[in-house]
């Protein structure tokens, strides 16, 4: 049996963690929307096409946000397609997944699908093919209350209030190669700043989000960054940064330690920001917006060149296991131990592509084992982030010579209780955890919440959709003020005290 120990104490705080960062993507990439959210004819669909038994699955995480539509397909996306009478919209040839755009699901169901949700929406603008003007007229048709050529569409639209969305993301990924668009750190920090600067004064109350990195993997990070920054400081209020992650060896205790390396970018992009604030000797907070993450495992070149022009087909549908739901746990983990600079996150994406909610068109709705975890961490992730000592036995692995076995995050909820997550990463071992807890006083285990199966990559079907589900029998016990538990090989853990 392997050991850990946690300390921590109620003083100690990280920050108040941000409602944002519970928060999801959706981009009309194969069937994340047609077929997915959307699918007019299906038994569950409402009088506006959306399948209710997806809607059930994601109001179920009660998000904060979905960041819409993009995603590469921001880079060629004319925002206008997607507003009005359904018959006029174009069908386009989409070129970032190379298929054909019916325009059937656009600005305007994405509205109305969001407030049946419960969620807000985070725009993003295209930036790459497109310029400033196209960005103002679409913050004039969301948010603008009348009066104008574009609100007054709006409203003709049957949108009679502004739909009034706060965040907007300037473009997507522009630092990429396979971005249509691609740019320069330079020629699109001056392209942002303008655009920040006049979608602003369309509506003063909006945060922009700047494109940041697509990967730490980037040859280009953080020198894009940095640049980037340096001109856009000021006008703009996050950096967007996206990771994924993925097992291409087939080397499962290097994948559930690769949230290691997100660790790492969201300190590095933080120490970017510091230093560009520091620079301009300025007094203006920019924060990390940590807008795309996951897992993800097909090869996305052959999933997207394989057959072209085609509608909705079933692109990057990874099948996610058991394994999946401990490595994206990790970078939630990460996104609450960030919890001061990361302000902004969104789970890619909320349906079917990278997704753990997975549709049959015309059929049934189950869930993968990753989504469990991402809904522990929407349920009990909310309130202040503690910082969480972690002494762990540790192994070693193909990519990483020391990795702890136990990694850990604690939350102090509103409602004074105490959820401390904890992964054994060990594949092997049981974990015996002692927590030290200063501060606190008669805490009570309410429910100890085990994730696992005894294959890594267990995973859940349409005919079985329960095979990989948590259970709350875990053994967690509390004696004298100390907590105790032994964490399973290879789980997730939601360890809950209240008084
Ligand atoms: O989520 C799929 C794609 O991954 C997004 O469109 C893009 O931003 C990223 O490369």
Same mark, same amino acid.
């Given at each position: 049996?392997?050991?850990?120990?946690?300390?921590?104490?109620? +003083?100690?705080?990280?920050?108040?963690?941000?409602?944002?960062?519970?928060?999801?993507?959706?981009?009309?990439?194969?069937?994340?929307?047609?077929?997915?959210?959307?699918?007019?004819?299906? =038994?569950?669909?409402?009088?506006?096409?959306?399948?209710?038994?997806?809607?059930?699955?994601?109001?179920?995480?009660?998000?904060?946000?979905?960041?819409?539509p993009g995603g590469n397909f921001t880079s060629t996306y004319r925002w206008e397609?997607?507003?009005?009478?359904?018959?006029?919209?174009?069908?386009?040839?989409?070129?970032?997944?190379?298929?054909?755009? =019916?325009?059937?699901?656009?600005?305007?169901?994405?509205?109305?699908?969001?407030?049946?949700?419960?969620?807000?929406?985070?725009?993003?603008?295209n930036l790459a093919t497109r310029g400033v003007l196209e960005a103002m007229d679409?913050?004039?048709?969301?948010?603008?209350?009348?009066?104008?050529?574009?609100?007054?569409?709006?409203?003709?639209?049957?949108?009679?209030?502004?739909?009034?969305?706060?965040?907007?993301?300037?473009?997507?990924?522009?630092?990429?190669?396979?971005?249509?668009?691609?740019?320069?750190?330079?020629?699109?920090?001056?392209?942002?700043?303008?655009?920040?600067?006049?979608?602003?004064?369309? +509506?003063?109350?909006?945060?922009?989000?700047?494109?940041?990195?697509?990967?730490?993997?980037?040859?280009?990070?953080?020198?894009?960054?940095?640049?980037?920054?340096?001109?856009?400081?000021?006008?703009? +209020?996050?950096?967007?940064?996206?990771?994924?992650?993925?097992?291409?060896?087939?080397?499962?205790?290097?994948?559930?330690?690769?949230?290691?390396?997100?660790?790492?970018?969201?300190?590095?992009?933080?120490?970017?920001?510091?230093?560009?604030?520091?620079?301009?000797?300025?007094?203006?907070?920019?924060?990390?917006?940590?807008?795309?993450?996951?897992?993800?495992?097909?090869?996305?070149?052959?999933?997207?060149?394989?057959?072209?022009?085609?509608?909705?087909?079933?692109?990057?549908?990874?099948?996610?296991?058991?394994?999946?739901?401990?490595?994206?746990?990790?970078?939630?983990?990460?996104?609450?131990?960030?919890?001061?600079?990361?302000?902004?996150?969104?789970?890619?994406?909320?349906?079917?592509?990278?997704?753990?909610?997975?549709?049959?068109?015309?059929?049934?709705?189950?869930?993968?084992? =990753?989504?469990?975890?991402?809904?522990?961490?929407?349920?009990?992730?909310?309130?202040?982030?503690?910082?969480?000592?972690?002494?762990?036995?540790?192994?070693?692995?193909?990519?990483?010579?020391?990795?702890?076995?136990?990694?850990?995050?604690?939350?102090?909820?509103?409602?004074?209780?105490?959820?401390?997550?904890?992964?054994?990463?060990?594949?092997?071992?049981?974990?015996?955890?002692?927590?030290?807890?200063?501060?606190?006083?008669?805490?009570?285990?309410?429910?100890?919440?085990?994730?696992?199966?005894?294959?890594?990559?267990?995973?859940?079907?349409?005919?079985?959709?329960?095979?990989?589900? =948590?259970?709350?029998?875990?053994?967690?016990?509390?004696? +004298?003020?100390?907590?105790?538990?032994?964490?399973?090989?290879?789980?997730?853990?939601?360890?809950?005290?209240?008084?």
């Amino acid at each position: 049996m392997k050991k850990a120990k946690v300390i921590l104490d109620r +003083d100690f705080v990280i920050s108040e963690i941000s409602e944002n960062v519970f928060s999801s993507f959706v981009e009309p990439l194969g069937r994340c929307i047609y077929g997915g959210l959307y699918e007019p004819g299906h =038994p569950t669909a409402d009088e506006d096409g959306f399948r209710q038994d997806v809607l059930e699955k994601t109001r179920a995480l009660h998000l904060t946000m979905n960041r819409f539509p993009g995603g590469n397909f921001t880079s060629t996306y004319r925002w206008e397609d997607g507003i009005g009478p359904k018959a006029l919209r174009p069908r386009r040839a989409e070129v970032a997944w190379q298929c054909i755009e =019916p325009n059937q699901f656009g600005l305007d169901e994405f509205a109305k699908w969001s407030k049946k949700n419960g969620s807000d929406v985070m725009m993003t603008v295209n930036l790459a093919t497109r310029g400033v003007l196209e960005a103002m007229d679409c913050v004039e048709y969301c948010n603008l209350p009348g009066g104008t050529y574009w609100s007054d569409k709006r409203i003709e639209n049957g949108f009679r209030e502004p739909l009034g969305y706060k965040y907007w993301c300037l473009s997507n990924e522009i630092d990429g190669v396979w971005q249509v668009g691609q740019k320069p750190a330079r020629e699109y920090a001056l392209l942002a700043r303008e655009a920040s600067k006049a979608m602003k004064l369309i +509506d003063a109350d909006i945060k922009t989000v700047l494109a940041g990195s697509s990967s730490p993997g980037q040859s280009t990070f953080p020198a894009f960054d940095l640049e980037a920054l340096d001109i856009a400081f000021e006008q703009i +209020d996050y950096l967007s940064v996206h990771h994924y992650i993925g097992n291409s060896e087939n080397d499962s205790p290097t994948f559930l330690a690769r949230p290691l390396i997100t660790d790492k970018f969201l300190e590095d992009t933080a120490a970017v920001i510091r230093a560009i604030r520091a620079k301009h000797r300025s007094a203006h907070e920019v924060y990390i917006s940590f807008d795309e993450f996951n897992t993800w495992h097909s090869v996305a070149e052959e999933a997207r060149f394989r057959e072209k022009w085609r509608t909705a087909p079933a692109l990057l549908e990874d099948v996610y296991t058991a394994e999946d739901a401990l490595a994206l746990g990790g970078m939630l983990l990460s996104v609450l131990r960030h919890a001061d600079v990361v302000k902004i996150a969104c789970v890619s994406e909320l349906c079917n592509c990278i997704s753990h909610l997975r549709t049959r068109d015309g059929g049934g709705c189950w869930v993968l084992p =990753p989504y469990y975890a991402f809904k522990h961490y929407c349920d009990y992730g909310r309130g202040t982030a503690l910082q969480t000592k972690v002494i762990s036995d540790s192994y070693s692995c193909a990519r990483f010579p020391e990795v702890a076995c136990l990694d850990a995050q604690v939350v102090c909820g509103r409602d004074a209780s105490v959820t401390l997550f904890a992964i054994n990463r060990s594949l092997d071992d049981t974990l015996a955890l002692d927590a030290v807890l200063h501060g606190f006083a008669d805490l009570r285990v309410e429910k100890h919440i085990v994730l696992t199966a005894d294959d890594p990559k267990a995973t859940n079907t349409e005919f079985d959709p329960d095979h990989v589900v =948590p259970r709350e029998n875990g053994n967690a016990v509390m004696e +004298d003020g100390k907590l105790h538990a032994e964490l399973e090989k290879m789980s997730w853990n939601v360890i809950r005290l209240v008084k």
